[in-house]
């Protein structure tokens, strides 16, 4: 029995080595912070000993800090805030990208649609903190480009970062404009794998272009979309830090509508050093993002078994 | 026979009509992802003087090349960070392109085997993970790593997604019989590796190693964790803390505890945005390369089992 194993081991040496980084990589960048979520569950204190030490050593509060999460209005809060973004990002992005898909698709020139791709294509190479300064561009109080217009038509200037009622509309307009042309992409490559001859015969039938996108296209597209789509509900509880922490420039006064809950566990780490319950939080939105990405991905397998991630 | 002539057209076009309408719409979209850039650039070409009395404009007033001499003159904070980024994104593709070759490439292997537990090793690091906190508790108290150069370049290091889309490549891309003749001709696992597989695998170790080279040179967020040091400071932090300093030197300078020397040892805006373009200037010039293999990744597709 040992002896097997041993020569087993020693048969996959080699490979056995070239995995070792990695393994070690995930061990202390996957696995020991999974160990680490006890923190959890004690009042953490960060000890000069070290990490087990301060983790054998910190206070046992059991389900103290999920009770103090959820007993909150933060919780809710933050649970409602990255549902609610993420539900429009996926329901306005894949209308925008597939809508956009098609018109690429449909356009004559070929050379100007590639020119039309590679400038929707750049805000997705572009980090958060640079777009966060295009956004100021834009919305700074005495210098943004609209209050200079708001000005020029003879109304009054908006404090932008000061108004909570406007930033759900402007986040998810900077979001599909970061994300709409590189997602379109997937799309317009289903598209253009669509057999011709299905169109030839709808012309030939005397179908509109409508009627030939509603009745090829769309149903064509049909796997591709449910896949992105439920691939996006398993990531519904995670929320782009960068998108809420930079664009809003980590104004205060609009918390209420752009805290998530990746941002409240930042600033219980960073700012106001509640550890123990941002660590709840955090566990909290693994238990329930895990759910979800094993849901998603059962229902992926029964549509298209190719596309599922596991 | 005008009628023959006009079936004949490509299926897949609009009518002219259509086709101008498409073409605006796209034209524009594409125009509003463009316009920011230009416009943070032409922000940083404005005279500073104007900014006071007009605003940031589409056409200032003055031009000036001020804000680029400054930033030149005083710029060793820029060139700093400058060189902090270019080494992690240097050392950090190099780094990441090896241990995921070298992963994917073993669980890729039939003869390997441990492949599935190492497969799945992986994959669960993307279904769940301690969090924020607990890897920021990992990094800073078991390893140590708190204001040093390797917190930017180890934790974006491996991604269990990658391996995944690498080893599908080379599933489907290296044939058995290749690498079999290989060890016919009695060469080694790791001399297999370098000298069969790594050269034919190089589109796919192209695509990985430019994701993983856009992921070092936009980040911002392991050093808003880590880094506390100033010589430390990425390109992108770098951005990030001067805008929080001027925020709070702006909530400040009304009741005068700033001291007007602060207020114009700051940045002025127009030199702000100056550093903006020459942080995005280089990813504009590797544009071509990125496009290609994005796409190309995008539909290399297939991560499974």
Known sequence: MVGSFFRSFNRNKVMLLMVLPGAIWFLFFSYLPLVGTI???????????????SLVHSKNVGWANFKFLFSTDAAWSITRNTLLYNIAFIVLGLVFAVALAILLSELANKKLAKL??????????????????????????????LNHTLEYFGMDRMQWYNDPKVWPYILVLV???????????????????????????????????????????????KPIIIIMTLLAVGKIFYADFGLFYQVPRDSGTLYSVTNVIDTYVYRGLK??????????????????????????NYVVRKVDKDSALF | MPNVMKKKRNFHQASPGWNIVFNLIAGIFAFLCVFPFVFVVIISFTEEKTLATDGYR?????????????????????????????????????????????????????SFAYRRFFSLFAIFTMLFSGGMIPTYIVVTQLLGLKDSIWALILPLALNAFYIMILRTFYITGIPDAII?????????????????????????????????????????????LYIDDPNKVPLQAMLMRIESSMQFIQQNSANGSISLEVLQSMPQDTARMAMVVLATVPIIFAYPFFQRYFVQGLTVGGVKE
Do not use: C
């Open chain 1, 39 to 53: 923190a959890a569950f004690k009042q953490y204190r960060f000890s000069r000993h070290g990490f087990w030490y």
């Open chain 1, 116 to 145: 039309y791709q590679t400038g929707m294509f750049l805000p997705y190479f572009l980090s958060w903190v640079i777009v966060g300064y295009f956004a100021f561009s834009f919305l700074s109080m005495d210098r943004g480009l």
């Open chain 1, 175 to 221: 979001y599909l404009w970061k994300s709409i042309g590189y997602s379109s992409v997937v799309y317009l490559a289903s598209i253009l794998g669509i057999d011709r001859s299905l169109y030839e015969a709808a012309m030939i039938d005397g179908a509109s272009k409508m009627q030939q996108v509603r009745n090829i296209t769309l149903p064509m597209l």
């Open chain 1, 271 to 296: 700012t106001t050093g509640e550890i123990g319950m941002s660590t709840a939080a955090g566990l909290y939105q693994s238990v329930v993002g895990f759910v979800l990405v094993m849901v998603s």
């Open chain 2, 58 to 110: 589409i056409i200032p007033k003055a031009w000036s090349l001020d804000a680029y001499q400054y930033i030149f003159k005083t710029g060793d904070t820029l060139l700093r960070s400058y060189g902090v980024t270019i080494l992690v994104t240097v050392i950090g593709t190099v780094v990441s392109l090896l241990l995921i070759s070298l992963y994917a490439y073993a669980v890729s292997r039939r």
């Open chain 2, 180 to 224: 079999e003749s290989g060890k016919i001709d009695g060469a080694g696992e790791f001399r297999i590796f370098s000298t069969i597989v790594l050269p034919l695998s190089l589109p796919g170790l192209a695509t990985i190693g430019l994701f993983s080279t856009l992921g070092y040179w936009n980040d911002w967020f392991n050093a808003l």
